[in-house]
């Protein structure tokens, strides 16, 4: 392969992405070589430019490091690309650094002007002010101007007003049948734009979206059409010339849209194939009709939301799990439902605004004034958290919480009423959640919240707060590696937004950790998105929220050898208690499991290690491949990953487990009869478990359940031999 760039440039991103802090250099430029890394020698990149084409003697003549080379082939493809009429940044540049410190400069002239002009209405410059003017709002004007009487040209009618629009909509103010003749760069950097009309218009920038010319300049004029495109034949060959073929943009097959560069080299890689083996080509069919997808904005297509990829620290959000629906499986009654609940939202955790959130915010005090572009926010910004009041709920995580009650009310309206009691430790912020979340219950003023001291774990109750139990449990494993994944990410993240920052201020990795932390405190505090979670790309967002995930699946995951014995405590509980449960009685059996006899939901509320202790025991949220560290490399993110705490732990996060009744046809003529199953519940997703799932919806025969759990015991019971506890009594929860 002959390239010019070292990198392939996502230009395709370019609408976004010329936004400074939207997307990353990281992600834009992607280096090619270890994409082929597994191929070995059969593979070779040659980073330089084609000059010339011997047709006669096989030959490419490059240019390379200064010098010109000669490269045989015995067939040769041709897939040189276009570029742009007009300068811009939506094609390679001659080579990736120069590419890369193009994009960047443009990155900082857009974020810089005011007043932007996007010339030319076709799919590239509809989105690319549809971008604009969707991050900046009334921030920035945007003018979109087109030569022709409507925008996207050539497009269905509905197609384009459509458009025309959502542009309106966005803020984009549109000027039809009118082009730009001239446009000069003044002594102050602004541009003087002359239109067809005769206006003048001084603008801080223009963007031009007016089409592509093929890169063919290396081709005899005999092989080109008239506009420039290489003539190629039904099999993509070039007419008059022998083992050579040209795909892409330069080829005038087709139009010069992204989406036939993968038909075009798919067919070409089978006729290839097909030469080699002595076989008739397969002719190529060209498509006769133009296709296209175009967002306007980021509310015209996929919208990604950084709050759902926070583990810890996102406000909270229903899980959307495997599709399972909610309500239980045809025939089916759920008999009773129990809870793990994590506290509402809270101001910050102490550990990490310590560590990272305090640092950051006294470098920031220091420095205020002094930050431009994308940060400039922050002169004026200031942060929600209470030092004072670090670890108690927020008033927005108490509406949630009363919301979360509502919902689990809704979903268990035949139960709802049998509450009389839950349970709490002594820390404010449980207790502070049950009082929030039984709002939501009939009668809530005759139902008891239960508090217990850590000091006062016992057998039963230590299943609530198990790593309080046990001794040996430290919240130091994954810290380090984690640590070393920040750096690894995040110095990029820095390098990219330091240009914004004052000159004496060392912005680090650890900066931008604290502002993605930020990010999620400060929308869950306020109950609506911080302005700061737009400093950063989806990439950037995923990385933030992989290092978490390192960190939990080492701390309290399948990564922790006492993850299991943690785990297994609160199942075998709740095992007991649902044994004692009969669909057919009004009572529990006894009173020695402490709760009322009535009683069919259960609600505990606990803290954010706690549920994952129980999805490691069950294997809901751990991975399927072989064991090993290597599910969490800290070179770069594994995203095919199972454990993904965003879905099990924002604040108030949730695992239930349900007990159904359903009625199972046991013969021809239509007879029944009743068995019993267990479902799990993450966020309101149900989540089937790995070994056993043959139940309705997903779910688990009772029975078997109980099993898993004995078999669970026997294994990971010893809870007092691993974490060298003193014996206790064997009190029920």
Known sequence: MISRDSHFFWNLAMPRAIIPGTISDDDLFQAIAPGFAKYGDKFELIV?????IDFNNKQVKIYKAGQETFISYDYLLIG?????KAESPFKSRGSTDATRDYVNAYQKRVGEAQHIIVAGAGPTGVEVAGELADHYGNKKEITLINAGPSVLDNRPDSVSKSAHRQLEKLG?????????????????????VTFSSGEKVVTDLVIPTFGVVPNS???????????????????????????????????????????????????????????????PMIPYKASTTAMGGIQIGKSGGYQFDP??????????????GFGLSHAAPEGCTVTAASYLIRHAAIYANDAEYEDYIKPFLYKLEKHRGDFSGPLEFLNKWYSPIQENHLEDITPSGKVDAKKVGHHLVKRYRHLASSVKRVIADTKDRTYDTAKAFLQAFPEDGNIKITRFDKKELNNGTRALLPHKACSKFSKSPGTEQQQKFVKNYASGVAKRLRPYTPDDYEFDPYDVFALQSICGYESAIRGKKSPICGLFSDAEWLSYE??????????????????????????????????????NSELIGDESSGWPKEQRLF????????????????????????????EFPTTHVNHVRAWKMSDLIPFLGHVGMEKMTCERPVAKDGTSEKEEFIRFIANTAPRPLPLCQNGPGASCPFEEFKKIVSAGMEKYGDFDGVCENKQEKDDEL
Do not use: C
């Not at 701390?555 to 007991?576: A, D, R, T």
């Open 48 to 52: 330089g430019t084609a000059t010339g």
């Open 80 to 84: 040189t690309g276009s570029s742009t």
């Open 172 to 192: 984009v103010k549109i000027r039809l049948n009118t082009k730009v003749n001239e446009s000069i760069t003044l002594p102050n950097g602004k541009q003087e």
């Open 217 to 279: 300049s290396i081709l005899p004029p005999d092989l080109l059409d008239k506009h420039g495109y290489i003539k190629v034949d039904q099999y993509l060959a070039v007419e008059g010339r022998e083992d050579v073929f040209a795909i892409g943009d330069v080829s005038n097959v087709e139009a010069p849209q992204f989406w036939f560069v993968n038909t075009q080299a798919g067919h070409m890689a089978k006729n290839l194939v097909q030469i080699m083996l002595g076989k």
């Open 307 to 320: 709050l759902l990829h926070l583990p810890g620290i996102s406000p909270y959000f229903d899980a959307v």
């Open 546 to 583: 992989y290092a978490w995930d390192m960190k939990y699946a080492h701390m309290v995951g399948p990564f922790n050898p006492l993850s299991n014995y943690l785990g297994f405590p609160w199942l075998h509980s709740q095992s007991k208690l649902f044994s004692k449960i009969d669909e």
């Open 603 to 630: 609600f505990y509320f606990t803290h954010r290690e706690v549920p994952p202790f129980v999805a490691t025991a069950l294997g809901i949220f751990n991975s399927s491949s072989r064991e090993g560290y290597d």
